[in-house]
C-alpha cells in the first residue's frame, strides 16, 4: 500500500517577490526545519539550524563553498541514509509531519524533488528519462504516460526543441539539454517541494536564464528551495534567502532587503558584496 502524505489544510498563497514576505506568518509552512546538526565522522559540519520554508515561495540558500549547504539539502527528503557517516541530529517536518517518521521513503522522494548540480542523464532515451518515475509509481497506460512525458518537458523548457527526437538518448542532448531533461525527470514525479543544487554550474548563461524563467512559473504549483553561488541569481528568484557560512545559518531574511543593506549580521553584508567568497 502506498503510503500518503497529507497537505496541509492551510491555503497557500501565490505572491511575487516583492510581495507579502513581511508576514510569512500567514502562510503555510510546507518545510520546517528545527535545530539541525550535521556531522562527518565527528566533525561538523552544520550547527543548529532552525527555519521555514512557505507554501509556492522560491527559497534561496546561499554561501561559499563548505558552509553547509550540500550538506543540509541531503537531510530533506533523507539522502543521508545514503552516507554511513554522516550523522544527523534535529528535526525536519514536510507538510507538518516529521519524515523520520514515514515508513514510505520512496513516497517522500517522490513528493521532493532534486536536482543536481551536473546534468545525469540516465543510459535511457529522452521519453524514457521521464517516463522512468510514472513507470515506477505503477503507471503502464502509454497514453497517460505521453501526456506526462509531455507536460514535463513542457514544463521544464524543452519540449519544442525535443518533440520529434523523443527516441534519441538523453545523454546526446547538449548540457542545458540534459540539466532540463533532468528538471523535466523531477517534475514527472508532481512533487510539492523542487530542490535545486547549484543547476545552472555547468549551465550556459542563455540557458540558466531560461531555466529561471521556468523555475518562476513553477512557483505558482510548488515550492522551490535553490542552492545557489551566484548571489544575483538569488537576487532574482528567491522571496526570501538564507546566508551559510562555515556551518551557520547566520541569517535568514527576505532577499531584496538582505541585497539592499537591511541585514543584522555584517558578514551577510560582507558577502553579498562580494568582499568574499
Known amino acids: 500500500m502506498v503510503e500518503t502524505l497529507e497537505q496541509p489544510d492551510a491555503a497557500a498563497e501565490t505572491d511575487s517577490v516583492t510581495g507579502d514576505e513581511a508576514m510569512p506568518e500567514s502562510r503555510a509552512v510546507k518545510l520546517g526545519v528545527r535545530d539541525l546538526s550535521i556531522s562527518y565522522g565527528g566533525v561538523a559540519a552544520l550547527r543548529d539550524v532552525s527555519l521555514d520554508v512557505y507554501e509556492n515561495e522560491i527559497f534561496g540558500v546561499i554561501g561559499p563553498a563548505n558552509a553547509g549547504k550540500t550538506s543540509f539539502l541531503k537531510t530533506l527528503n533523507l539522502m543521508d541514509s545514503f552516507n554511513s557517516n554522516m550523522q544527523v541530529e534535529g528535526d525536519i517536518e514536510f507538510n507538518g509531519r516529521n519524515i523520520r517518521a514515514i515508513k514510505n521513503v520512496y513516497g517522500l522522494r517522490s513528493r521532493i524533488g532534486v536536482v543536481f548540480p551536473l546534468p545525469v542523464g540516465l543510459p535511457l532515451t529522452i521519453y524514457e528519462n521521464v517516463a522512468l518515475s510514472p513507470r515506477l509509481r505503477g503507471i503502464k497506460d502509454k497514453q497517460e504516460l505521453d501526456i506526462i512525458v509531455e507536460r514535463s518537458l513542457t514544463r521544464a523548457a524543452l519540449w519544442d526543441e525535443v518533440k520529434d527526437r523523443l527516441d534519441s538518448l538523453g545523454s546526446l542532448l547538449s548540457g542545458g539539454q540534459q540539466q532540463r531533461l533532468t528538471i523535466a525527470r523531477a517534475l514527472s514525479q508532481d512533487p510539492e517541494l523542487l530542490i535545486l543544487d547549484e543547476f545552472s554550474i555547468a549551465v550556459d548563461p542563455v540557458t540558466t536564464m531560461r531555466i529561471e524563467d521556468v523555475l ?62
Open 216 to 277: 518562476k512559473e513553477l512557483k505558482s504549483e510548488m515550492t522551490i528551495i535553490l542552492v545557489t553561488n551566484l548571489v544575483q541569481q538569488a537576487r532574482r528568484l528567491a522571496n526570501r534567502t538564507a546566508f551559510f557560512l562555515e556551518g551557520e545559518c547566520v541569517e535568514i531574511g527576505v532577499t531584496e532587503e538582505l541585497f539592499s543593506g537591511s541585514v543584522k549580521d555584517q558578514r551577510t553584508r560582507d558577502y553579498v558584496e562580494g568582499k568574499f567568497g
